[in-house]
């Protein structure tokens, strides 16, 4: 996974609260085989609306959503993050997430910014009035900082560690190689094998 | 202090503990098939990552399958995909696959014992919540979600938080006729599908001891039907007997050193656990679910109840809810209430003792009029083993239809499905709402009640055709 110290992009101002998952991605995706490629499948239904707000062409090349609070309620499906990703998104600022999509995120390396609700709203005005603001946010201070605006947002110590340094459950798991081996050489040789 | 078998099996897998991190647990065997697979595979490529340990990795295609008209290619473009896709995975990444049309294939859980790979004291993983079967061997199984399977197969180990132990305690005997699918339903209509959540369970006392693998493997299956995490049974003579001589399991030497293992796997005297049931062997009938989870089941003898029956608000509502989906009516006597199809198969009730059983009831008799009886065995091994003894004979001078291997009916993702509106009485573990085909209606049952069902055109036992 990669890591992430600092993102800077253009930000997409979703102005709904309680978005779920399956309104982030609707189960008929979920059938799929691969990993990635699920880009078409995000806000699928809500796409279908020519004045949905990533629809409109001020808005295209965003790297980072500004939801309201509840983001990512409902079905634990991890295809959600991955569409995220996928339509290429780094980071989701919003008030409030659901558990299972923070953690989830947190997994597959999109960051998800937790701010005061007062924050989303300037966020949103600024984007609103001037889409090619740049926006930051610094993992590293723990910032988001948009033109004059300078916020601060939070997410845990050991999520931080872990996109800071790219690390996905497997790469941790992975600094410990030299455990995993020395378990296997202690293994009773009688047990079963499948080749 | 002592420890309980759980705790035994788990501390001789910990590769790694360290203060506030979960344990990571070493996996002994790590089971795939064609739709939990799929974004694990590609998860590795993206990373660049191989499979660990293939050689501790088997997989085979069972969710999709057709059981009729093996020869051709499958019809539905989704199903076709996962099963090609898990062939491609398995080729690239060096892992042993049974397919479609091999000897050795057929539902995970059935193949793993069979060949002897499922042994007492292993860790065993599968993204499929059934997995909680091998725990029958005294093996820790149990199901995990695909990016667990990423995990595993990148690592060959899963990080792991321990969890609570349970002791379910079966006394005395079980009465003639009543069988390990009975005792299951009974203990999970009393406590409920989220009554073993967080909990490692170790089935032991006399009926489990006298129980075959077959009948032990039914009894841990559907442990996570009840919400435990899994289902364990301490290794015995019978489970020593049964892996004995099978095609993986530890030869000469070797054979002598893994008994002598296997035997230290019990509860120690002193070991406690974090909670106990007791159960009565002797009050243990035929049971027969009336409403749309595993814990909604009665006595066959018994009736529909009513939602006035229940004590708690929300389980009157579930229950109104239930009987709607179902059709029933309260006070409706369970063995008045007709069947469609009746499916003997599964991971829970698909291994030769199951269909000899079944064999055993409907031989001589004949599958009543606007009834169909749908046999599939676990395996091809079963199937073949059920020919070679004259079962398929049986069930087809009975009416029958004697089908391919694989999870068939047990779930709406191949072309076994009821129609919207059709009642099964099935040998599975689930009757959730559409999950045998939307709309359909499932009475969880025993091996002999559903041949006997099938014979009688409504719910019934053996001792009803009489």
């Known amino acids: ?195 | 202090m002592g420890k309980t078998l759980a705790e035994k099996v788990w501390d001789e897998h910990v590769v790694r503990r360290a203060e506030g991190e979960p344990d990571l647990l070493y996996i002994d065997l790590h089971l795939i098939h064609e739709v939990t697979s799929p974004q694990a595979f590609d998860g590795l490529r993206l990373a660049g990552r191989r499979v660990r340990r293939p050689d501790l990795t088997l997989a085979t295609e069972d969710h999709n399958v057709p059981t009729l008209d093996l020869d051709k290619p499958i019809a539905d473009p989704v199903s076709r995909t996962q099963v090609e896709t898990l062939r491609k995975n398995a080729a690239e990444f060096g892992v042993r696959l049974h397919p479609l049309g091999d000897v050795e294939q057929g539902i995970v859980h059935v193949v793993g014992p069979q060949l002897g790979l499922t042994q007492p004291g292993m860790t065993i993983v599968c993204g499929d919540s059934h997995t909680s079967t091998h725990g029958a061997f005294g093996a820790l199984a149990f199901g995990i979600g695909t990016s667990e399977v990423e995990h595993v197969l990148a690592t060959q180990t899963l990080p792991q938080a321990r969890p609570r132990t349970m002791a379910v305690t079966v006394n005395g005997s079980l009465p003639e006729g009543v069988t390990a699918k009975d005792l299951i339903l009974t203990l999970i209509s009393r406590t409920g599908t989220g009554g073993g959540q967080g909990y490692v369970v170790e089935y032991r006392g006399q009926a489990i001891r006298e129980l075959s693998m077959e009948g032990r493997m039914t009894v841990c299956n559907m442990s996570i039907e009840w919400g435990a995490k899994a289902g364990m049974i301490a290794p015995d003579s019978t489970t020593f007997d049964y892996i004995e001589g099978k095609p993986e399991a530890p030869k000469g030497a070797d054979w002598d050193a893994a008994v002598a293992h296997w035997q230290t796997l019990v509860t120690d005297g002193d070991a406690t656990f974090d909670k106990e049931i007791v159960i009565d062997a002797a009050e243990v009938t035929p049971f027969v679910t009336w409403g749309t989870n595993p814990g909604q089941g009665v006595p066959l003898g018994s009736t529909v109840p009513s939602p006035d029956d229940f004590a708690e608000e929300s389980d009157r509502v579930a229950a109104a809810k239930a009987l709607e989906y179902m059709a029933l009516t309260p006070g409706t006597p369970m063995r008045d209430i007709a069947v469609d199809t009746v499916f003997v198969g599964s991971c829970t009730n698909g291994r030769i003792e199951d269909l000899r059983l079944a064999a055993e009831v409907v031989k001589g008799r004949k599958v009543a009029e606007g009834t169909r009886l749908l046999v599939v065995p676990g395996s091809v091994r079963v199937r073949l083993q059920a020919e070679e003894e004259g079962l398929d004979k049986v069930f087809l001078e009975a009416g029958a239809e004697w089908r391919g291997a694989g999870c068939s009916m047990c779930l709406g993702m191949n072309p076994d499905q009821l129609a919207p509106g059709e009642r099964s009485a099935s040998t599975s573990n689930r009757n959730f709402e559409g999950r045998q085909g939307k709309g359909g209606r499932t009475h969880l049952v025993s091996v002999p009640v559903a041949a006997a069902t099938a014979v009688a055109g409504h719910l019934a036992s053996p001792a009803d055709l009489d």
């Open chain 1, 1 to 195: 996974m990669e890591a992430i110290k600092t993102h800077t992009g253009t930000a997409l101002p979703l102005r709904r609260s309680n978005v779920d998952t399956d309104q982030i991605i609707p189960a008929v995706y979920l059938k799929r085989v691969t990993r990635t490629g699920f880009e078409d499948g995000l806000f699928s239904a809500w796409r279908n609306d020519p004045d949905f707000v990533l629809n409109k062409p001020e808005h295209a090349g965003v790297s980072i959503l500004v939801a309201g609070p509840d983001f990512g309620t409902g079905s634990s499906r991890e295809h959600a993050v991955w569409a995220l990703m996928d339509y290429g998104f780094r980071v989701v600022i919003s008030s409030r997430f659901a558990d299972i999509f923070r953690g989830n995120a947190g997994k597959a390396g999109l960051l998800a910014a937790e701010v005061d609700p007062s924050v989303v709203e300037v966020l949103w005005a600024k984007v609103e009035a001037d889409p090619t603001t740049p926006v930051t946010v610094d993992l590293e201070s723990r910032e988001v900082r948009a033109g004059d605006v300078v916020a601060p947002f939070r997410i845990d110590d050991y999520t931080r560690y872990r996109l800071l340094n790219g690390l996905d459950d497997i790469g941790i798991t992975l600094t410990h190689d030299d455990a995993i081996t020395a378990y296997e050489s202690s293994r009773f040789p009688w047990k079963p094998v499948t080749l």
